[in-house]
């Protein structure tokens, strides 16, 4: 495959190599090496195959014989290269470019872009993440602890919401459940004295297996765990709610997502009570700052098609603590109501071969041009001193041919919103 001078070809091995990964062969390459030894030294061998004990394994072609299609790296692979694994072969280190993509990435932005549109925000919900939107960890939500050790993952298929994109999936055992305590969220402790209801949209197929709870515990040691209703079962589904009025003395609480033997989705949680929260939670995906936020006027958080005609708010800012940022508004909004935050986040960053970047077709060309200007950038701080130059030259031709092919294909930008993000 060739992009924009770089090229790389997709090969399967056709013999063993040595033990302990000392070689690879493959007589494949015999169709581009015009028969000339040495053809491939100092080129990255990739070594693609998921089945290979070496498989992520890049290593540096040290000598190379036509004759028998027998690469010898500097360095060993990690296991013997078995008949039939497939492998790249690459100009330059296969982790230097995909550093080189991501960095491109964020330096094509707010030209190359993703538009966003969340609704998973509701007034007057004292939690955080509770539409299970945000996983920097796979193992729980973020603000989020599990007891007990149950299964958690993010689910993107079985979820409640146009606008969502995940629910949480628990498969729990008999004392197990994903909750959030004034550890994760100290905001929670704003809740004693007042009267709290935990509401939660969940789905499990078995009934009496799946439900929520409020647990508090006093400075004097007195605990309390109100819990809702089962979810009945079946694939649907259902509202749940937890009420309680929270103690003075307030020393503990957690809200609680529990499946008790049997897997439970649950998604669009709130907690609400007292007088409104100072700051809500705002969703990690926006890209430093929203541009523009709605509130909903007619029926709550629960109507999913009640956002058609949505109320500008103006009366808001973001605030930053700690790396979590907060959405925070004047006085007047309604408890209970969704809000439509507009904004823009980076395309997506790549990990693996099979990573997809949210692109549309003429704005790859930009991407990529970006990306050789990146690599060849970073080539250029560790290139000997007869390349430094030419990596440079290199560098600033394909920035210049990527500003001004982003100015052709990339998304426009209006002033206003731009001065937003800063």
Same mark, same amino acid.
């Given at each position: 495959?060739?992009?924009?001078?770089?090229?790389?070809?997709?090969?399967?091995?056709?013999?063993?190599?040595?033990?302990?990964?000392?070689?690879?062969?493959?007589?494949?390459?015999?169709?581009?090496?015009?028969?000339?030894?040495?053809?491939?030294?100092?080129?990255?061998?990739?070594?693609?195959?998921?089945?290979?004990?070496?498989?992520?394994?890049?290593?540096?072609?040290?000598?190379?014989?036509?004759?028998?299609?027998?690469?010898?790296?500097?360095? $060993?692979?990690?296991?013997?290269?078995?008949?039939?694994?497939?492998?790249?072969?690459?100009?330059?280190?296969?982790?230097?470019?995909?550093?080189?993509?991501?960095?491109?990435?964020?330096?094509?932005?707010?030209?190359?872009?993703?538009?966003?549109?969340?609704?998973?925000?509701?007034?007057?919900?004292?939690?955080?993440?509770?539409?299970?939107?945000?996983?920097?960890?796979?193992?729980?939500?973020?603000?989020?602890?599990?007891?007990?050790?149950?299964?958690?993952?993010?689910?993107?298929?079985?979820?409640?919401?146009?606008?969502?994109?995940?629910?949480?999936?628990?498969?729990?055992?008999?004392?197990?459940?994903?909750?959030?305590?004034?550890?994760?969220?100290?905001?929670?402790?704003?809740?004693?004295?007042?009267?709290?209801?935990?509401?939660?949209?969940?789905?499990?197929?078995? $009934?009496?297996?799946?439900?929520?709870?409020?647990?508090?515990?006093?400075?004097?040691?007195?605990?309390?765990?109100?819990?809702?209703?089962?979810?009945?079962?079946?694939?649907?589904?259902?509202?749940?709610?937890?009420?309680?009025?929270?103690?003075?003395?307030?020393?503990?609480?957690?809200?609680?997502?529990?499946?008790?033997?049997?897997?439970?989705?649950?998604?669009?949680?709130?907690?609400?009570?007292?007088?409104?929260?100072?700051?809500?939670?705002?969703?990690?995906?926006?890209?430093?700052?929203?541009?523009?936020?709605?509130?909903?006027?007619?029926?709550?958080?629960?109507?999913?098609?009640?956002?058609?005609?949505?109320?500008?708010?103006?009366?808001?800012?973001?605030?930053?603590?700690?790396?979590?940022?907060?959405?925070?508004?004047?006085?007047?909004?309604?408890?209970?109501?969704?809000?439509?935050?507009?904004?823009?986040?980076?395309?997506?960053?790549?990990?693996?071969?099979?990573?997809?970047?949210?692109?549309?077709?003429?704005?790859?060309?930009?991407?990529?041009?970006?990306?050789?200007?990146?690599?060849?950038?970073?080539?250029?701080?560790?290139?000997?001193?007869?390349?430094?130059?030419?990596?440079?030259?290199?560098?600033?031709?394909?920035?210049?041919?990527?500003?001004?092919?982003?100015?052709?294909?990339?998304?426009?930008?209006?002033?206003?919103?731009?001065?937003?993000?800063?």
């Amino acid at each position: 495959m060739a992009q924009r001078g770089n090229w790389w070809v997709s090969l399967s091995a056709t013999s063993a190599g040595a033990a302990a990964g000392a070689t690879l062969i493959s007589t494949q390459l015999n169709r581009y090496d015009h028969a000339a030894d040495d053809f491939y030294n100092n080129q990255w061998v990739y070594i693609s195959g998921t089945a290979s004990n070496s498989y992520g394994d890049g290593r540096l072609a040290k000598d190379y014989a036509t004759n028998t299609g027998t690469v010898t790296p500097y360095a $060993a692979f990690t296991a013997q290269i078995e008949d039939t694994t497939t492998f790249e072969v690459h100009p330059y280190e296969p982790d230097l470019l995909e550093y080189a993509l991501n960095e491109a990435i964020t330096q094509c932005f707010p030209r190359l872009r993703v538009d966003l549109v969340d609704e998973t925000v509701v007034t007057g919900n004292h939690a955080a993440n509770s539409h299970f939107e945000d996983w920097a960890a796979t193992t729980t939500p973020d603000k989020h602890a599990s007891s007990g050790s149950p299964t958690v993952t993010q689910e993107t298929t079985i979820i409640r919401g146009p606008l969502n994109t995940s629910s949480m999936k628990v498969t729990g055992g008999t004392s197990s459940y994903v909750y959030q305590s004034q550890v994760e969220w100290p905001s929670l402790l704003d809740l004693e004295g007042y009267s709290a209801e935990l509401s939660c949209w969940v789905y499990c197929a078995t $009934a009496s297996k799946a439900r929520i709870q409020i647990y508090t515990k006093t400075s004097a040691g007195t605990e309390a765990t109100t819990s809702s209703s089962y979810h009945s079962g079946g694939s649907e589904y259902e509202k749940l709610t937890a009420s309680v009025t929270i103690p003075a003395n307030l020393s503990d609480i957690q809200i609680r997502f529990t499946a008790t033997d049997d897997t439970a989705y649950f998604d669009n949680a709130y907690l609400i009570g007292g007088s409104e929260p100072a700051r809500l939670y705002l969703p990690s995906s926006f890209y430093k700052k929203p541009l523009e936020v709605y509130r909903q006027v007619y029926g709550d958080a629960d109507d999913i098609g009640e956002l058609s005609n949505p109320e500008p708010r103006l009366d808001w800012r973001i605030l930053e603590n700690k790396g979590t940022r907060f959405i925070q508004f004047g006085n007047g909004l309604v408890q209970k109501q969704k809000l439509r935050i507009v904004g823009w986040k980076l395309l997506s960053a790549v990990s693996v071969d099979t990573s997809t970047v949210e692109v549309e077709y003429d704005e790859v060309t930009p991407l990529v041009e970006m990306a050789l200007a990146e690599l060849f950038s970073s080539l250029s701080s560790t290139a000997t001193s007869d390349d430094v130059s030419r990596y440079q030259s290199l560098s600033n031709y394909w920035l210049g041919r990527a500003e001004r092919d982003l100015r052709k294909y990339g998304k426009p930008v209006p002033s206003s919103q731009l001065r937003g993000l800063l």
